[in-house]
């Protein structure tokens, strides 16, 4: 497998995981962080490397395969890099849209949303169970216009590690030149939280132009206090119950809904209900007088 | 990471963060900080929640809502946080003591102290559990 930047970037995560940790304590922000969930986060995390790890051989050779049929070679030039970036994330928006949108997507996105808590550590609150959901489909056609499969997944390493540092209340607002372009902490902190205006909004990777172009953009207000987890937050530190407790929740609902509606309850949003019991994020947003502008 | 090495120091790494966290006190449990803080929690329920009567447990650790319709919401804690349940996720109510209240679900659990309010959410719990008392 080519190159893969996690590794050289996990020294740094922990030590800017201790600094956010002794900040937190330093400014008296003790909400900042709680012991359990710090530690369901990180064991998250060394979950899913081991998951990653034991998928990339299938992914590898999923992505070859594409690669093998295509004429198209883009090759190893080093505007291939920035380009591939780009492309990767743009299809890691598109990615991450449906890992929000479609009930099965959102299985195996949602462990990293489930912590109350917004810091360094909830970055790291990764899937272990993204190879099963085929999340991997979305990054096949960078393969197929001719990016090397290796590079496909280098990029999607670095917009990971990128990702990490957006995870924090402890940086405010950027300036008005980086904010407009980059993906930031307060772009990404309106995309975790709960409130209803905030709801299935800033899914951007690195690039919060993709949002604004696709108008899924909503920014940070001073005058709403951010509420972070799930609609439905979790009522435990059990790591199991976070890494699948979605995938049990669409089983039963699998067993229990009438045939016709068995489909919608794995490809509709999630809170959807043949008979209308639950709330979607539209719903909860409508019920709070906000305009859906999806 | 690929190899035992680097994912056994990646181990001691998770270890020793947690043990940071710990040391430096981010253990602390949730506390509510009174009526507005229960009614804005519950109003996070699907279809909302207003509350017409509530009792929130002495130590701030959880409450117990009431709505015009009789439904009874629990706000139990979860480390420094909240979860709001309905009846509908089945759960039990039982007494555990002077004006004590243990309530436990499937998936959250809250002691509540309600002292003399006790016995009258008690009785509120016991005829809108599913589960029974």
Known sequence: ?294 | MSGPLPLALALLAVLALVALAHWLGFSRAAKLSGPDHATALAQSLPGGFSPVDLAISRDGGGALLRDASGQVAIIAPVGAHFVVRLPANRFYARPAGKGLIEVRGEDFAALLDLGEEGARWLAILSGASPAGQ
Not at chain 1, 2 to 27: C, M, N, Q, S
Not at chain 1, 144 to 159: I, K, S
Not at chain 1, 169 to 192: C, D, I, K, Q
Not at chain 1, 265 to 289: C, F, K, N, Q, V
């Open chain 1, 1 to 294: 497998m080519g190159f893969d930047p996690l590794p050289y970037a996990v020294p740094l995560f922990v030590l800017l995981i201790a600094a956010e940790l002794l900040w937190a304590k330093r400014t008296g922000r003790m909400a900042a962080y709680e012991t359990r969930d710090t530690a369901v986060s990180l064991g998250l995390g060394l979950g899913s490397v081991v998951a990653g790890a034991l998928a990339a051989p299938a992914v590898l050779a999923i992505m070859a395969h594409i690669y093998s049929l295509t004429p198209l070679r883009i090759g190893w030039a080093w505007w291939a890099w920035p380009l591939c970036f780009l492309a990767d994330d743009l299809a890691y928006y598109w990615q991450h849209r449906a890992g929000h949108r479609v009930r099965w997507f959102w299985a195996s996105h949602v462990n990293h949303h489930s912590s109350q808590h917004y810091n360094l550590s909830t970055a790291l609150r990764q899937t272990w169970t993204g190879f099963l959901a085929i999340t991997f489909v979305f990054r096949l056609p960078l393969v197929a216009v001719g990016f090397a499969p290796e590079l496909v997944l280098a990029c999607a390493g670095l917009n990971l590690v990128y990702q990490f540092w957006i995870h924090t209340e402890a940086v405010g607002r950027l300036p008005r030149w980086f904010e407009a372009v980059f993906n930031t902490p307060s772009h990404h902190r309106v995309h975790h939280a709960t409130n209803p205006r905030y709801l299935d909004r800033n899914f951007a990777g690195t690039f919060i132009v993709w949002d604004r172009l696709f108008g899924t953009f909503e920014p940070e207000r001073d005058d709403e206090q951010v509420r972070y987890g799930i609609v439905h937050q979790l009522g435990g530190f059990n790591i199991l119950k976070a890494a699948f407790h979605e995938w049990l929740a669409i089983g039963r609902d699998l067993v229990r809904a009438p045939w016709k509606a068995k489909a919608g309850y794995l490809l509709r949003e999630p809170g959807w209900s043949h008979d209308g019991s639950r709330e979607t994020s539209a719903m909860i947003r409508r019920r709070h007088g906000i305009e859906d502008a999806q």
